[in-house]
């Protein structure tokens, strides 16, 4: 039996997407927003496409903040566009 491939919507795309090709973005319980390369961190979660375009439109549309319940501040989209970069 083939291995069940875990996928995940994108916030910005709306695609659906190995959970492998997306980048999970986490508000933790102390309520900062920060990116979660491990994809094991504590608190609500939200999957971004690892491409700068996909950044620039849930940062546009606000989607991210929308997604995880939060304002998101301009340094994490700076960091984000390093990551992604």
Known sequence: MPKKIPMRKCVATGEQLPKK???RIVRTPEGEVKADLTGRANGRGAYLKKDPEAAARA???GALSRALEVKI???FWDELNQILS
Do not use: Q
């Open 73 to 75: 501040p301009d340094e």
């Open 59 to 61: 940062r546009k549309t």
């Open 21 to 23: 090709e997306l980048l």
